[in-house]
Every structure is written in structure tokens, then in C-alpha cells.
């Protein structure tokens, strides 16, 4: 437990170091394209269920409910004019480093649920999945991210909890990378 979170500590300073001008640039341009602020701060599941505002870039307009992209009647009409962009390419993730720098999320684990998914709260909480920090990235984001049904979400990170390893986080990170470099499994 004390080498990942090193290890998040270190990745995410770095990140951040190599990132900064990227990540100025895009919250310059959220400024520009839409009004409101560039970041979004969601409420997120955390360890152990307890809520912690998690920073996003802001992809959608600022009056959408605070829902599932999926639950939206129509997702593409509430996307700022980046957004779509933004959520493709993964950008609208960076700010996230901030929450594993604080310690409300790792790399690698179970992405953080909404805090009105009740269906995916319950699952993960029966699972014990709810011990796990959640992640920035984690094996159900590489078997399928925003096209898996809940039940096999939840299926995929018990599975990851079963046999988290720091070569297996690891592992994905570097599938992570492959599909956010070929824009794979994004839907919304």
C-alpha cells in the first residue's frame, strides 16, 4: 500500500511537471468556448463510500444535472463546444492528478461512482469493492469503459481487487494509454 501510493505521489508530480502548459491551455480554452469555470468539481464515491469533490474540465454546459452521461436524454446537446473533445482525448480527466496528489484517488483502481448511482454504489459496497481508492484508470475502463453494463463493471473490478499488484497497475497504465491514444470505447 505504501509503494503505490508513492508510486501515485511521484507519477502524478511528474505528470502534472510535463503537463502544466497542456493544462493551462485547456482551461484557457474552456474559459473561451463556453461560460463558467474550466474545472467541474464532481461529487465522487471515495474509499469506503465517503464523498470527495472530484475536478474535472468542464465538457458540458453548466446547467446539466449532475447524472450519468448516460441517463441524459440526449448527451451531445449538453457538451460545451470542446467537450466532445475533451472527453475523446481524455483531457477533461487531467485535473484528477490533483485528487490522487490529496489522496482521494490512486491511479489505479475502481473509477470513482457518482454519488447518486445507487445501482453501482450497492453492487461495489456488497463486492467489497468500497475498500479500494479509486482510480484514475482501472481494469474495467480497459475491458469496455463507458460501454459495460453495471453488473459487469462491478464484475471486473472485483476481479481487480482479487489481483491488484503494482505490476498489474502497471499493465493498466499501459493499456489505458493505448486506448486513450486510439480514442477507444467512448461513447459520450
Not at 497504465?173 to 486513450?180: D, Q
Amino acid at each position: 500500500m505504501v509503494v503505490k501510493r508513492l508510486f501515485d505521489v511521484i507519477v502524478a508530480l511528474f505528470a502534472l511537471c510535463i503537463l502544466a502548459i497542456p493544462i493551462l491551455v485547456v482551461s484557457v480554452l474552456v474559459k473561451l468556448t463556453s461560460r463558467g469555470p474550466a474545472f467541474y468539481w464532481s461529487d465522487r464515491v471515495g474509499r469506503n463510500n465517503a464523498i470527495f469533490k472530484m475536478p474535472k474540465f468542464r465538457s458540458m454546459l453548466i446547467d446539466t444535472p449532475a447524472v450519468a452521461t448516460h441517463l441524459l436524454q440526449d448527451p451531445k446537446s449538453v457538451l460545451t463546444p470542446i467537450g466532445d473533445f475533451l472527453r475523446k482525448s481524455s483531457l477533461d480527466e487531467l485535473p484528477q492528478l490533483l485528487s490522487i496528489l490529496k489522496g482521494d484517488m490512486s491511479l489505479v483502481g475502481p473509477r470513482p461512482a457518482l454519488f447518486n448511482q445507487d445501482d453501482l454504489i450497492a453492487l461495489r459496497t456488497e463486492q467489497g469493492v468500497q475498500r479500494l481508492v479509486p482510480g484514475l484508470t482501472g481494469w474495467a475502463q480497459i475491458n469496455g469503459r463507458d460501454e459495460l453494463p453495471i453488473p459487469h463493471k462491478v464484475e471486473l473490478d472485483v476481479e481487480y481487487m482479487h489481483r491488484q499488484s503494482f505490476w498489474f497497475d502497471i499493465e493498466i497504465l499501459w493499456l489505458t494509454a493505448l486506448k486513450v491514444l486510439k480514442k477507444e470505447d467512448v461513447t459520450h
